[in-house]
């Protein structure tokens, strides 16, 4: 059953819900919540507003948009970001889904709140036949990785 849904966080609820462009477009397009820069050599977590449900069999990949990375020179300070169903609604920061920018050029990036930045893909997933995990999320970003 697909359940998968954006929806704004808590003081964003006029953030821009992501959409894909065309119709066999895979990735929904993100922008950020409001404009801003990542200094040269700076990392930058860029606030969006919003948050996705996902099934419980499913992840999130998170892309900076191509034409991004290569007209400016940044890149996902994480590579590729993974947003697992239990992120949405955690108690640290609601699911907020946030875009990991480092500035690799030799200027300031300015990025605006009116533009697409990156783009989320919705992917299933599957585990092995022994997996028997029953640890619960603690947090939001790297709660998973403090035990």
């Known amino acids: 059953?697909?359940?998968?849904?954006f929806e704004t966080v808590t003081g964003?609820?006029?953030?821009w819900l992501p959409r894909r462009k065309t119709e066999y477009s895979a990735g929904y397009d993100v922008k950020p919540y409001k404009s801003g820069v990542v200094g040269v050599g700076e990392?930058?977590?860029?606030?969006?507003?919003?948050k996705c449900r996902i099934n419980y069999d499913e992840y999130i990949q998170l892309h900076l948009r191509s034409s991004v990375g290569i007209k400016h020179d940044v890149m996902l300070a994480n590579g590729t970001g993974i947003i697992d169903a239990d992120?949405?609604?955690?108690e640290d920061n609601e699911?907020?889904?946030m875009i990991p920018i480092r500035?690799?050029?030799n200027v300031p990036f300015k990025y605006d709140a009116s533009?697409?930045?990156?783009?989320?893909?919705?992917?299933p997933y599957r585990i092995t036949a022994k997996d028997?995990?029953?640890?619960?999320?603690?947090?939001g970003f790297g709660s998973t990785g403090k035990r």
Do not use: P
């Open 103 to 105: 500035n690799l050029g």
């Open 87 to 90: 992120y949405y609604d955690n």
């Open 43 to 50: 990392t930058k977590l860029i606030e969006t507003g919003i």
């Open 115 to 123: 533009e697409r930045l990156a783009q989320l893909v919705i992917m």
């Open 1 to 5: 059953m697909n359940e998968n849904n």
């Open 95 to 97: 699911g907020h889904i």
């Open 12 to 15: 964003y609820e006029d953030a």
């Open 132 to 139: 028997r995990t029953t640890d619960k999320r603690t947090g």
